[in-house]
């Protein structure tokens, strides 16, 4: 079954640095997201993009977060300078189309230190 | 946007049916009820979703209300496999990747 792919699986990183976190959708898909889960509270959404631009995005997704599509097949999540509060899994999400399953990928676990 | 209200854990035995159950009681016409359920460290994962019948897959049975008020999340015959937090979501169609996750039902399966 296809799936969606997250790179990396668990980074450490000093507070303020920058971070990208990867994500290859499944291949045809048209819509892709960001979620976040703090540990031990709910998955939060982060930000949708279709159409090469943001959609809809969430109070958590400031100015420090930022989302591209560089090529056909990578969608990144940027944290431009990390803070302790950072610290989450993030999970990148696809969707074939409006209206069908979102699949979800096995989550990047950021610890900011 | 309309909330959803579940227990926050249950217990079923191995090969029982699980019987999962979510209150919507604001929930709007253009409302679909979604659920999803996560797996220790993993992510989310689809199960079900309906609109106003019930509905039937693979993996689940999901029983809507006639007023739609509630919903209940149906495991046929549980599998050490199924435990999980299952969420019960309420989507509209134009707003249909924006997932809001409430705390869920953490499934606990005994052998």
């Known amino acids: 079954e296809p799936e969606v792919t997250q790179t990396p699986s668990h980074q450490v990183t000093q507070m303020g640095q920058e971070v990208i976190l990867r994500c290859v959708p499944i291949s045809n898909h048209l819509y892709f997201y960001w979620y976040r889960q703090i540990l031990g509270q709910k998955v939060e959404f982060l930000v949708s993009?279709?159409?090469?631009?943001?959609?809809?995005k969430s109070e958590i997704f400031d100015d420090q977060f930022s989302v591209e599509r560089p090529d056909g097949s990578n969608f990144t999540l940027k944290i431009r300078s990390t803070k302790l509060e950072d610290s989450a899994m993030y999970f990148c999400?696809?969707?074939?189309?409006?209206?069908?399953?979102?699949?979800f990928g096995e989550g990047s676990w950021l610890t900011v230190v | 946007d309309a909330k959803t209200t579940q227990p926050n854990s249950m217990e079923s035995n191995e090969e029982e049916p699980v019987h999962l159950p979510c209150n919507h009681s604001?929930?709007?016409?253009?409302?679909?009820i979604h659920w999803y359920r996560q797996l220790p460290s993993q992510g989310p994962e689809y199960v079900i979703h309906?609109?106003?019948s019930n509905v039937n897959n693979r993996m689940a049975s999901l029983a809507i209300a006639e007023d739609r008020k509630s919903s209940t999340l149906i495991l046929h015959r549980a599998t050490l496999r199924d435990a999980a937090v299952y969420y019960c979501?309420?989507?509209?169609?134009?707003?249909?990747?924006?997932?809001?996750f409430g705390a869920g039902t953490q499934v606990v399966v005994t052998p």
């Open positions: 979501i309420l989507q509209t169609t134009d707003s249909w990747g924006k997932l809001q």
């Open positions: 999400a696809s969707q074939l189309g409006s209206g069908n399953t979102i699949y």
């Open positions: 604001t929930i709007s016409g253009t409302d679909y």
């Open positions: 993009f279709y159409n090469n631009e943001i959609s809809e």
């Open positions: 309906g609109l106003t």
